[in-house]
DNA sequence: CTTGGGACTTAGCACTGTGACC
DNA sequence: GGTCACAGTGCTAAGTCCCAAG
């Protein structure tokens, strides 16, 4: 708790504001994160009070009560925490008169929304049904709504029709599915929010951190960047810009950095003028453009057709594809050698004494071709259903009722639920009764119509009894069931891949059950229906063993397709996605990949300072898409969000940076002392919560506002940016660059930063441990990799903390007894007296050991409360960072990784020693060896 | 050029086995 | 031997990105 200081850091990032565009700003990974609680929702006119509204929602509410009492338990940082609680408290109490009121309106709108969805979701059918026809009229209000943009551009003055198109609009899509949606997050989330606040102090230390290490960063080197980068951006700066709306602040900000009051207006001002231009012209928001989307129910209906060809061997798709493919040398070798290879008594030896296959010590292969024999024996089937014994009961309406098979197997799903959140969700239950309602036969259907009437709870206590039963199971039992499972393991969970045996990931066929959608999702609560091996495609070599299908079915097809990793695959019916059987993450497919990622990542630091400089001019640029493009890459290189593609409105509504919404964000010109403060606050993927509140650079402040100008909530922020659009030109600027390396990026390299500025070379290997997980703890708050907090974590902290208090009553103990007996020792003691003396000190020094080791613990143990360390170190650490690290400062390996962790990354184990730099010179992977010569092998 | 969907990565939560502790 | 906590693992949802079809 050294850093408690910390938390008296002002919000982030001031630094970066003054210093305007043309000096390379400190830049990325640094300044950011500050998550703390929330969520929102708006009406339009309501805008501002919703916006309090839900600052409220999002400080007080419950976790408040969780908060106070867990984490201020302890340490200074909870007096920080309570201070800033106390400051949210005295918000609220303005804001609460405004939020019961608006709470009251939404729920008059919910209901409106709702119906109005629904009439949406129709007309969404016929759609499909009329496609062409109806598309030019049912389409064209929807269009209208997605011109939404454009449209109140163009006719901002212009009145009543707008009016009209804007209650098209706002029927449409955000109304219902997101404010509704977001009020239920809002409930849900208590939890998030109870992380949130923890994160908070995380945070603040974090900032702290990140400071320090902005100063470690060196400057950016220019390097005259090729391409159009730069021709675009000289003229900007002058007639041109007068010109433009946009342009104009931008320009006086270079001149006066104090006026911000002029500002204003000449937004204003300019904003009209900006609205004639892009009237004209190609700077049309792509909403403009965008056709309606199809829904889902086309994508099943296709997938119905293909169900009905069922064969056994059906490679004419595939060749369809594969026809299409063939710039891909197809050149399938299904060379007997290839088959015989389990036979090969060299081979065989070689795995049995070698299991691990270093491929990456091998030459890669440039076909583009993933395998070239392959063999398994097909995924395993979920377990067949077994009625329930008959004296389990299912009682609807206080009767026992008598359930067909289907419907039993379905009201089991729901009764393991009960004692679930989820079931408290009316989404989640109409949506369960409305599939339930279709698994039973009429007589059925026709008496049971109200979940509320149904009684699950004998039911539910069979399958409790069932897991404690299990948990009581005596040890032959365990022993036996351990065996069995690893037979099958033997038998399903491995594959042999060019004559490699591998293991696979998810053998097992997802078994049916009920769909449990993140957050708000609307399909939440839908059953999810067993997969037969119909159902099912299997991927393996012609000339290998093709995997058996249960006695009495056949697969949907067999086929040999290796361009691609996959198995087996099969269509999921909630979303009509296909899902896949791949190789586990050690195997060769994956990890080489995976150092293909980091390859690129490292690529990228080549290049990333002039891709700073360029989209900083760009903030300038006169085209409101560079402007656009330029301002979602800085959040995507600063704050590491992620790209944000489009959803659809059968999903959560979560996120990404380019579908950032206008209510996402909130701008401040000055906050905490601070100028230019944007504070984003939506949800993310998995309906993860990212609230941060982050000083940006002035340029950047100023296009926010201009890109929130006329805008409602629900417009998106970016209305002329999307990420085909935003990683074709990150494509050009780098080959293989999209959004997604920014945060492997930024990930590995505040690692490796983290780990010089923190590691402590004469701390002993627990405390280099520790200084490792801030280090890792640093990037998963980049990343906003959150967890719930665990649900003992009060619990145990406290049990912790007694041992400490106890541990430190020894040493006080001991230090006392160890002082008398040095004084006796001293005093002319005898031989046994300094012998106890020096027995007590050993004691006592052992003793102290412990304490401090349990100290460390307590302090990580907190620090990691709500942070996830485990999703950043698996997807965007480089593992050689972490190698290194474990060699440079000798810190045994399995500190760091544990055993599938090493297994994953047996390849950088394997690669990297401890001068290995992830800044340094990319390696050309698919030349392989010679480029790392250099670098020796360690076991 | 847009859209849909295929393939693959990234993600958090649930469950389980194990080992520390009593 | 029983209990408990937690690390490790499994599971599967939810992202990203790319490419082909329309």
New binding site residues.
């Given amino acids: 708790m050294s850093e408690m200081e910390d938390f008296n850091v002002p919000v982030d990032g001031g630094e970066a504001i003054s210093n305007g565009m043309t000096n390379g700003i400190s830049n990325g990974t640094s300044e950011h994160r500050e998550h703390k609680e929330h969520k929102h929702r708006h009406k339009d006119k309501e805008r501002d009070k919703d916006r309090h509204r839900d600052k409220d929602r999002h400080k007080s509410s419950h976790k408040d009560k969780d908060r106070h009492s867990s984490s201020h338990k302890s340490s200074h940082k909870d007096k920080e925490q309570g201070d800033k609680d106390r400051h949210k408290d005295k918000e609220r109490s303005d804001k609460d008169k405004h939020r019961e009121r608006s709470d009251r309106d939404k729920h008059r709108d919910k209901d409106k929304e709702r119906s109005d969805k629904d009439k949406h979701r129709d007309k969404d059918k016929d759609r499909h049904r009329d496609k062409d026809k109806e598309r030019s009229d049912k389409d064209k209000s929807r269009d209208k709504d997605k011109d939404r943009h454009r449209d109140d551009k163009r006719h901002s003055s212009s009145s009543g029709e707008k009016k009209d198109r804007d209650k098209d609009r706002d029927k449409d899509r955000r109304s219902s599915s997101h404010k509704s949606s977001h009020r239920d997050k809002d409930k849900d989330r208590h ?2 929010r109870d992380k949130d606040k923890e994160r908070n102090r995380d945070k603040d230390r974090e900032r702290e951190k990140a400071k320090l290490e902005t100063k470690v960063e060196p400057e950016p080197v220019f390097q005259p960047m090729e391409e159009e980068m730069i021709v675009k951006e000289e003229p900007v700066e002058s007639e041109e810009e007068d010109k433009l709306v946009i342009s104009e602040p931008v320009k006086e900000e270079t001149l006066e950095e104090e006026e911000e009051e002029e500002e204003v207006p000449v937004f204003n001002r300019m904003h009209v003028k900006q609205e004639e231009e892009e009237d004209e012209e190609d700077d049309k928001p ?1 909403a403009v ?8 129910e ?2 099943r209906k ?2 119905k057709d293909e169900d009905d060809d069922y064969g056994d061997f059906k490679p004419e798709k595939k060749r ?2 594969k026809e ?2 063939e ?1 891909k040398p197809k050149v399938v070798k299904f060379t007997s050698a290839h088959k015989a290879e389990p036979i090969s008594p060299s081979k065989k030896a070689k795995k049995e004494e070698d299991p691990v296959w270093k491929w990456w010590e091998e030459t890669k292969r440039d076909d583009g071709l ?1 395998w070239h024999f392959l063999e398994h024996k097909g995924p395993m089937m979920a377990e067949n259903y077994k009625r329930l014994p008959s004296n389990v009961k299912f009682y609807y309406n206080g009767e026992t009722m008598e359930l067909s098979d289907l419907a039993e197997e379905a009201a089991g799903f729901y009764a ?1 639920m009960i004692e ?2 989820y079931t408290t969700k009316p989404v989640f239950n109409s949506n369960f009764l409305s599939d339930w309602r279709k698994l039973m036969t009429p007589k059925e259907k026709e008496k049971l119509t109200d979940l509320k009437k149904c009684d699950f709870r004998r039911i539910h206590a069979f399958y409790v009894q069932q ?1 404690e039963d ?2 009581n199971r005596s040890k032959e039992e ?1 022993k036996a ?2 065996e069995t ?1 690893e037979g099958l ?1 033997a038998e399903y969970g491995w594959c042999n891949i060019d004559g490699h045996k591998q293991r696979i ?7 049916p ?1 009920l ?5 708000e ?1 609307p ?2 609560g839908m059953i ?1 229906k067993r997969i037969m091996p119909e159902d099912v495609i299997i991927n393996c070599s012609k000339d290998s063993a093709i995997p058996k299908p249960p006695p009495g079915h056949r697969w949907k097809e067999v086929r040999a ?1 290796n ?4 198995l087996a ?1 099969w ?2 019916n ?7 059987v ?1 190789l ?2 050690a195997s060769k ?2 990890g080489e ?2 150092w293909q ?1 980091y390859e690129t990542a490292r690529r990228l630091h080549k290049v990333v300072d002039r891709i700073r400089e360029q989209y900083k001019l760009d903030f300038k640029s006169k085209e409101m898409r560079i402007r656009q493009r330029a301002v979602a890459l800085y959040f995507i290189d600063k704050l590491a969000l ?4 489009e ?2 409105e059968d ?2 509504d ?1 996120v ?4 950032l919404r206008v209510e996402h964000l909130q701008l401040y010109e000055q906050k905490n002392g601070k100028e230019y403060v944007v504070i984003f606050d939506f ?6 919560r990212y609230y941060n509140e982050v000083a940006v650079e002035k340029r950047v402040f100023k296009n926010l506002q201009l890109f929130k100008e006329n805008k409602e909530p629900g417009n998106d922020l970016f209305d002329r940016l999307n ?6 030109h990150l ?1 050009e600027l780098m080959d ?6 920014f ?2 990026y930024n990930a590995s390299r505040t690692l490796q930063e983290q780990l010089e500025l923190l590691t402590n070379t004469d701390d002993p290997i627990i405390a280099k441990v520790l200084q490792y997980n801030r280090a890792n703890r640093a990037v998963a708050l980049l ?6 907090a ?1 649900k ?2 009060d ?3 406290a ?2 903390q007694k041992k400490i208090d106890d541990k430190r009553d020894l040493v006080e103990e001991a230090e006392r007894e160890c002082k008398q007996l040095k004084k006796a020792a001293k005093s002319g003691g005898s031989q046994k007296e300094k012998i106890a003396h020096e027995k007590k000190k050993k004691a006592l020094d052992r003793l102290r050991e412990q304490l401090e080791k349990l100290e460390l613990s307590a302090t990580d ?1 907190e620090e990691n409360k709500t942070i ?1 360390l ?3 170190k ?3 650490l480089d593992p050689r960072i972490s190698v290194a690290w474990c060699k440079r400062y000798d810190v045994p390996i ?1 500190k760091v990784y ?4 090493r297994s994953k990354f047996q390849w950088a184990i394997d690669m990297a020693t401890a001068d290995y730099n992830f800044m340094g010179e990319p390696m050309n992977i698919s030349r392989n060896n010679d480029d790392y010569g250099e670098e020796e092998e360690e076991e």
Wanted: with cysteine.
């Fill in positions: 939890r998030d792509l453009r965008r056709k309606v989307k199809e829904p889902k086309k994508k296709k997938m369809i594809k299409k493919k710039k993933k393991r679930h959140d897991n299990r948990k365990r069931l351990k499972n393991i990931g998810n053998f097992k066929i997802e078994p059950g769909f449990r959608g993140r957050g999702h399909k939440q999810k397709d361009t691609v990793t996959w695959c269509t999921e909630i979303q009509g996605q296909t899902k896949y791949m586990n993450a497919l994956k990949k995976d990622k992620r790209a944000g593609n959803k659809d999903q959560a979560t990404g940076c380019c579908s949800l993310g993927k998995d309906s993860i990420t085909q659009i935003l990683n074709k494509n293989g660059l999209t959004a997604k390396v945060r492997t990343c906003n990799h959150q967890r719930a665990p003992t974590f619990k145990s902290m049990t912790l143990k996830a485990g999703t950043s698996l997807n965007y399995e544990n055993k599938t962790q």
